[in-house]
C-alpha cells in the first residue's frame, strides 16, 4: 500500500473511483455522440415519440416571470403532457384543467428551424407554451386580458 494523496488507487480497497467514473462518463459520451441524440433533447423526443410530461416548478401561476416570480395569483399550474396529433400537438391533463385541454384543441405548433424549441398555440385564444430543447418550458397565459406565467420541466 502507498502512501499520500492516491494510496487508495491500488491498495486494498481497488481501482480509483475518480477514474472508474470518468471513464464511465467518456463512454456515455462517445455513445450519445454516435447516435447523434441529446439525452435531453425534449424537443426532438417531443417530435420523433410523440409525447413529453410536463410538471410546473410551482403550484401557481405568476404574475410575471423573468428571474422569480413577480407575485403569486389565484390561477393553479398543473401537470401536462403534449402528444403530436394530425392537427398539431394536443394538450392532455386532469379534469380540472380541462379548460386548458380545449383551448389547445387545435392548437398551432411552430417548430424552430434549429431544433432548439417548438411553440404550441392554442387556436382561438392567446398565450403559448414555449418547449426547450432542454425540457424547460414557459407557458404563457391571459386570463382576462392579463398575462400570466408559468415555468417548468418536461421529459
Given at each position: 500500500m502507498?502512501s499520500g494523496l ?7 480497497f481497488?481501482?480509483?473511483p475518480?477514474?472508474a ?18 439525452p ?5 423526443r ?10 410546473p ?7 410575471n ?9 389565484a390561477v ?34 411552430e417548430?424552430?428551424s434549429?431544433?432548439q ?7 382561438q385564444?392567446?398565450g ?13 397565459y391571459?386570463?382576462?386580458h ?10
Open positions: 502507498g492516491n494510496s487508495h488507487s491500488q491498495g486494498e481497488g481501482p480509483d475518480i477514474l467514473a470518468w471513464v464511465g462518463a467518456s463512454c456515455l459520451l462517445l455513445a450519445v455522440a454516435s447516435t447523434g441524440a441529446h435531453a433533447d425534449a424537443v426532438s417531443l417530435k420523433r415519440e410523440g409525447h413529453v410530461a410536463c410538471k416548478s410551482v403550484p401557481y401561476f405568476c404574475a416571470l423573468h428571474v422569480t416570480c413577480a407575485g403569486k395569483t393553479p399550474t398543473f401537470p401536462f403532457s403534449l402528444r403530436t396529433a394530425p392537427n398539431g400537438v394536443a394538450l392532455g391533463a386532469a379534469a380540472d384543467a380541462q379548460t386548458f385541454v380545449e383551448m389547445y384543441a387545435g392548437s398551432r405548433v417548430w424552430s434549429d431544433g424549441h417548438v411553440i404550441v398555440r392554442p387556436a385564444s392567446s403559448y407554451i414555449k418547449l426547450f430543447r432542454d425540457g424547460t418550458y414557459v407557458f404563457r391571459y386570463p382576462q392579463e398575462g400570466v406565467m408559468s415555468l417548468g420541466t418536461c421529459a
